[in-house]
């Protein structure tokens, strides 16, 4: 049964993120790889579930002003 649930959550995890990241590509970063816009998703959930939150809002901060950036 666990194993069952921790496939559901591997898979429910992936489209979402999938789906995500194909959001942003549409809407912000039209030339970047989805790939590339994955992994940014992830590194930066990883950084912040092991760091604090200044180190989020610093990150936050930091994408903020490239997505902004034509």
């Not at 194993?3 to 590509?25: N, P």
């Not at 998703?41 to 936050?60: C, G, N, P």
Request: charged share 15%; net charge positive.
């Amino acid at each position: 049964m666990n194993i069952f649930i921790i496939g559901f959550f591997a898979m429910v995890s992936s489209l979402t993120g999938r789906e995500f990241g194909d959001m942003v590509i549409t809407s912000v970063w039209k030339k970047t790889l989805l790939e590339v816009t994955v992994i940014i998703m992830l590194l930066l959930a990883t950084v912040t579930s092991r760091k604090s939150i200044t180190v989020f809002a610093y990150m936050h901060h930091f994408f903020c002003m490239l997505s902004s950036d034509p």
